[in-house]
């Protein structure tokens, strides 16, 4: 089921830049990005913690984008970001946006209850 409003995406050529945006889902304090692949797992690729807003929060980023993208989060429009830069063809694929209520980070899909739509994001050559 659809929960979360996510929004972004396109297409870009390798090394260009793109911005995914989601708004928070009230009651949860994590929030993650996941991609997906035609064939492939679902993958968590970044996650941010939204339970305190006064503070800089924790991020967790999967190897694979660790350097390249970042996860954040404007307080004021609750929402989180992930800006992806140095984009790599291996990059493309459905992006999804998730959140939970949690106690530490996580990257796995079966942890997460609310869902955005995919959006679509291509790297092309």
């Known amino acids: 089921q659809e929960e979360l409003v996510s929004s972004g995406g396109g297409s870009v050529q390798a090394g260009g830049s793109l911005r995914l945006s989601c708004e928070y889902r009230?009651?949860?304090?994590?929030m993650t990005w996941f991609r997906q692949i035609p064939g492939k797992e679902r993958e968590g690729v970044a996650s941010?913690?939204?339970?305190?807003?006064?503070?800089?929060?924790?991020?967790v980023y999967a190897d694979a984008v660790k350097g390249r993208f970042t996860i954040s989060q404007d307080s004021d429009q609750k929402t989180v970001y992930l800006q992806m830069n140095s984009l790599q063809l291996e990059d493309t694929a459905m992006y999804y946006c998730a959140a939970r209520v949690g106690v530490v980070h996580s990257l796995r899909r079966e942890d997460f209850k609310y869902w955005g739509r995919g959006i679509q994001v291509t790297v092309t050559s």
């Open positions: 009230r009651g949860t304090n994590y």
């Open positions: 941010i913690y939204t339970g305190n807003l006064k503070t800089p929060p924790i991020t």
